[in-house]
């Protein structure tokens, strides 16, 4: 299984969109600072997550997530988060 996933910072008032295989390992990467992008909004909160059967699913939803579309639809569901 493939997931992509919003995780928000509520110290940087942002959000980060990624794709894992592993949801628990990689959410553990980023609030334990091994993630350079994300070191400095530690703690991050997984705010949404969708599962796929395939990478192939997971990147397209990741790389639609983040455009402008993308961010509308998030907007839409969450408010400012997205």
Known sequence: MF???LIFSKKLNKKYIG???DLRKRLGEHNSGKSNFTSKGMPWELTYYE???NKKDALREESFLKTGKG???LKYLFGRVA
């Open 51 to 53: 599962v796929f059967k």
């Open 19 to 21: 794709m894992t295989d």
């Open 71 to 73: 961010r509308e639809r």
């Open 3 to 5: 997931y992509v996933y």
